[in-house]
């Protein structure tokens, strides 16, 4: 859930050496820090450079995950004035609540197609190996799926108040 708070302040999440901690994912180091909010939120954030593109005093919207094994994280740091149609996460690929998704984003129209028929594909794989021997070949799984993807969606038809 996004909230909006101003930073109180940022600190370099530093080892005992004091050298700044990073990790490296998908072939991009990302850096450490410590940001604490005015409302008493605090916790881990990341940066793809060593320097947090925020500061003390910047009015943001951003996401607390609390994590008590890790300790919480603070991400998707938004300023408030950035127009909504700007606003995405910190690099990750994910858009913020409530904006609009970037062409590339834009969900598959066929996708309730393909989940119902991989279950059916699923499921009748799960049926054919309590069947006879000689009923398990691959013209007989691929019917048994086709039989159910049909009785999904004939189901919808019949209830279509329960899409």
């Not at 919207?61 to 994280?73: I, K, L, Q, S, W």
């Not at 691959?138 to 039989?147: E, G, Q, Y």
Request: net charge positive; proline share 5%; hydrophobic share 30%.
């Amino acid at each position: 859930m996004s909230k909006r708070a101003k930073i109180k302040s940022v600190e370099p999440c530093n080892d005992e050496k004091g050298v700044q901690k990073t990790y490296t994912m998908h072939q991009k180091t990302y850096y450490k820090f410590i940001v604490e909010m005015d409302n008493g939120d605090k916790g881990q954030a990341d940066a793809l450079r060593d320097s947090f593109r925020f500061k003390s005093g910047d009015d943001v919207f951003y996401e607390h995950v609390p994590d008590e094994t890790h300790g919480d994280r603070l991400k998707a740091f938004t300023a408030v004035d950035q127009p909504p149609q700007q606003q995405t996460s910190a690099g990750h690929g994910t858009p913020q609540q409530g904006t609009a998704r970037p062409e590339r984003y834009k969900e598959d129209p066929n996708k309730s197609r393909k989940i119902i028929a991989q279950s059916s594909l699923a499921n009748a794989i799960d049926w054919t190996k309590i069947q006879k021997e000689e009923l398990r070949t691959t013209k007989v799984l691929l019917a048994t799926a086709k039989v159910f993807e049909q009785w999904v969606y004939d189901s919808i038809k019949r209830h279509p108040e329960s899409q």
